[in-house]
């Protein structure tokens, strides 16, 4: 382990250097964040909204203090082809009182307003951290307003205090599946759902077009630009596809089990990883028509791109790349693609990677990266001073920390503008990586002494 500050709980969530030898088997994680670690991961309510909110015709009733409402996808890149509703957010904006008294009789009323004013067709309500404290029974509330406006009202149990998103994707994920059960009606041929994908900057319309020209039928996108409509016809796919593992494994193996719909995971980040998904997808629901349109789309991008990327490769050879991001599906991805580019990943961690994710990313770089689950910013800042990253892909928690460090940023989360998915992705991230990386300001840059390996941490 580095010389370099680590808290002893938290060793056995990094492998560093030639500790990861073993293939990463050693690395703990998917498990609860350590107490006062200050994790880069959001809370449980975070989780469930990430999910749900592209809904983009469903009403959601936060049922707790007015903060937790601030968390909307208004600040966020998804897109939607129809309502703009999913943008807005209500709460219950419990107060001091409430906790004393209790908020049932509050949000009863939430909901009947909403009604009133309104015509929805399904209702989240989310119950947060300070609803789990003082026990409001959301779950009756919920089913008692079902029955009062004949319309769908679902709890969203989303209370918790672990800092752990991955909860609240599953509350998430029970919310979708009381939804679209029950369903026992027969399959359409060559179909799928696709799972997982937000249509960030539009990154859902990208595959689906790719699904469109090879004949594949797209019956439910779950949740980027959804509808209450689209998404109780997915029991009749007849694969899903699974492209945010953390987020939405847990729904594909519910629905294999409930609906018999079997699942693949994709990713449609890169050349390497979008080639092959779009070929196994048209394999695992198609004929063999399929396949060679399949094929054909695939010939066809890789030439467009095959210019493009030598032009720019001479430019990145050689450089430093550090990614920390929310699942592994995501970082398998990245390290592909900076690989072809001839970047070097030194620093690759993950908010809520599986052992199988951290085996797969313990092949892809070399025994001198570090492997870190679920880490906060003083090991993010350390290990990347340490590597010498020039550029870090990360979220928005993490930009402030890479400009602090005079390092280059990417943001690969929800707050992007632009798509990065598919073949037009690989043009975007390329070009987004070429020049933040080799901006003429970072010459102009001085960090702080106290940043160098020469100054005195503080």
Not at 160 to 183: E, Q, V, W
Not at 208 to 232: P, R, W
């Amino acid at each position: 382990m580095s010389e370099l500050k680590i808290l002893e709980e938290r060793k056995s969530f990094i492998q560093y250097g030639k500790n990861q030898s073993d293939g990463c088997g050693s690395l703990q994680c998917d498990s609860d964040s350590l107490s006062g670690a200050v994790s880069q991961r959001a809370c449980v309510y975070c989780g469930a909204r990430v999910v749900l909110n592209p809904i983009t015709d469903a009403f959601h009733i936060v049922h707790g203090p007015i903060g937790c409402a601030s968390y909307t996808w208004d600040i966020r890149g998804s897109l939607s082809s129809g309502s703009e509703l999913f943008r807005n957010s209500f709460s219950t904006d419990l107060s001091e009182q409430d906790v004393v008294f209790g908020g049932e009789k509050k949000l009863g009323k939430a909901i009947e307003e909403l009604v009133a004013k309104e015509t929805p067709k399904v209702i989240f309500v989310y119950a947060t951290c300070i609803v789990g404290v003082i026990g409001d029974d959301v779950d009756a509330v919920c089913k008692e307003a079902e029955a009062k406006y004949g319309i769908r009202v679902i709890p969203v149990k989303s209370p918790g205090f672990s800092g752990n998103k991955s909860y609240g994707y599953r509350m998430a994920c029970d919310a979708i599946m009381t939804l679209i059960r029950p369903h026992t009606g027969p399959k359409k041929a060559r179909s799928v759902n696709i799972l997982g994908d937000f249509n960030l900057a539009g990154e859902m319309w990208i595959i689906q077009n790719y699904m469109k020209e090879i004949g594949i039928e797209v019956v439910s996108t779950i949740t980027g630009d959804a509808s209450y409509e689209s998404l109780i016809k997915a029991p009749t796919a007849s694969l899903n596809l699974v492209q945010c593992a953390g987020s939405m494994t847990y729904l594909a193996k519910q629905m294999e089990s409930e609906m018999n719909i079997p699942f693949v995971k994709v990713s449609f980040f890169g050349i390497e990883d979008t080639s092959a998904s779009i070929l196994r997808v048209a394999e695992a629901v198609g004929t063999q028509e399929n396949v060679n349109r399949a094929k054909a789309l695939i010939r066809r991008e890789e030439a467009k791109l095959k210019g493009f990327l030598e032009s720019r490769i001479p430019r990145l050879t050689g450089k430093r790349a550090a990614i920390y991001v929310g699942g592994g599906f995501k970082a398998i991805s990245l390290i592909r693609q900076f690989n072809a580019m001839g970047i070097k990943t030194v620093v690759v961690g993950t908010q809520t990677g599986k052992p199988e994710d951290y085996e797969i990313i313990g092949t892809l770089v070399d025994d001198d990266a570090v492997i870190l689950d679920d880490a906060n910013p003083t090991e993010l800042e350390l290990f990347m001073r340490e590597k010498g990253a020039d550029i870090l892909v990360g979220g928005v928690k993490e930009r402030p920390l890479a400009y602090k460090l005079g390092v280059a940023f990417c943001d690969h989360n929800h707050e992007r503008k632009h798509a990065l998915a598919g073949y037009e992705g690989v043009i975007n991230f390329t070009n987004e990586i070429n020049s933040s990386m080799n901006s003429p300001v970072w010459q102009y840059l001085q960090v702080p002494e106290f940043l160098t390996e020469e100054g005195e941490h503080e």
